[in-house]
């Protein structure tokens, strides 16, 4: 068999396995509607366990990292497919945020809500299953809403979604570059942004998110201004393109957080969030670091907040490797809530990719 023949064969394959990967998928998406009329869970890690092990036992010749990174990430594209309901975003359509609840989602009912603060609501108040917000950008850092809603809501972390972030300048069809003299969007955007801004000579102008920017451009007609926004947005509201990639640092990412009134069940890959208080005597911080350094725990973000009780006193938001149900972190947050003045776990999930 030749070189051309050879291709062609790994063509076929290649074609059968993404036919068995839809039909595992519609029929995972089957199996999710039949859990929720039933009352189920979506996550079953005991059988998640057994579909991993079945498939190292039948690897043969291929190597088990492989399988096995393979079969979790069909796992988890398997668990989207089956989850059902409505989830809140920062609206309206054409955000970010509803970027990262279709990486949660294949299909989800979305429901948008005007702040931050409104969307973990609606999740305490059961009108959602889900809600997403953002916790941090690579950039400009973490989102201080979400990190005081979380610490005072009884909301947990669900899963983590973490997107390449490529801000987009858009604004109405026929509207040139040189014409604008006003960008406007979210903060946040707008800052992750200030160089490109600059270089137009452009005024900013703040909005409650980067759909809010479009929709704003589009009903008042402003052929002067443009919104800085996902490129998704362009369609949702007839915007045309004028520049793609328009942030300062290549590598833009933003962190978001999937909340529910409940966390994730153990995958073996997991996150567990946490803020405490230290007690007011030397060596505080020194003693809690050294309680996962002792036990090999690796930390995957750590940060300081103002308490708002005083100045000078803080609150601390931690990241860890593992799941708060293993035996090795139900250990560790036992001794560690013998050494702080108050500890709350927001939640363990899954770690995004």
Same mark, same amino acid.
């Given at each position: ?6 291709r062609?064969? $790994? ?23 039949q ?6 869970? $979506? ?6 366990r ?23 990430? $069909? ?24 970027e990262?609840?279709l ?15 409104e969307?973990?609501?609606?999740v ?6 889900y ?19 979380l ?5 947990r972390?669900y ?18 570059l040189?014409?604008?003299r ?19 000579g ?10 809010d ?5 589009r009903e ?19 915007l ?16 978001f ?7 994730h ?5 997991d ?18 670091l ?10 995957t ?39 702080v ?5 927001l ?7």
């Amino acid at each position: 068999m030749g070189i051309e023949e050879l291709r062609r064969e $790994i063509d076929r394959i290649d074609r059968e396995i993404l036919r068995l990967l839809q039909e595992r998928l519609r029929i995972a998406k089957e199996l999710g509607r039949q859990k929720l009329r039933a009352g189920m869970r $979506i996550e079953d890690a005991e059988r998640e366990r057994r579909v991993i092990e079945r498939a190292l036992e039948n690897a043969g010749e291929l190597s088990g990292e492989f399988v096995r990174d393979i079969f979790e990430r $069909i796992i988890l594209e398997s668990k989207r497919a089956q989850r059902q309901g409505k989830v809140a975003i920062l609206g309206p359509r054409g955000t970010f945020s509803e970027e990262a609840a279709l990486r949660f989602m294949s299909s989800p009912e979305l429901v948008t809500a005007p702040t931050i603060q409104e969307v973990i609501e609606m999740v305490e108040r059961g009108e959602v299953e889900y809600g997403v917000v953002p916790v941090e950008n690579s950039v400009e850092g973490s989102v201080g809403l979400t990190l005081e809603m979380l610490m005072r809501s009884e909301v947990r972390i669900y899963s983590e979604v973490v997107l390449d972030v490529n801000h987009c300048l858009l604004a109405l069809p026929g509207v040139r570059l040189e014409q604008v003299r006003r960008v406007m969007s979210h903060p946040q955007a707008l800052a992750q942004c200030r160089g490109f801004i600059s270089s137009l000579g452009a005024t900013t102008q703040n909005t409650a998110s980067t759909a809010d920017a479009c929709r704003e451009i589009r009903e008042k007609g402003l052929r002067d201004a443009a919104a800085i926004a996902p490129r998704r947005a362009a369609d949702i509201y007839g915007l045309a393109v004028l520049r793609e990639n328009v942030q300062d640092v290549d590598g833009n990412q933003t962190r978001f957080f999937i909340v529910s009134s409940t966390d994730h069940a153990p995958t073996g890959r997991d996150k567990t969030s946490v803020v405490l208080a230290l007690r007011d005597k030397p060596g505080a911080l020194y003693r809690v670091l050294e309680v996962f350094a002792e036990r090999g725990v690796n930390l995957t973000r750590i940060e300081s907040r103002p308490s708002r009780r005083a100045l000078g006193d803080y609150l601390f938001f931690i990241d860890f490797e593992g799941h708060r149900r293993s035996r090795e972190i139900e250990e560790l947050l036992e001794v560690l809530r013998g050494r702080v003045a108050m500890l709350r776990v927001l939640g363990s999930y899954p770690a995004g990719a």
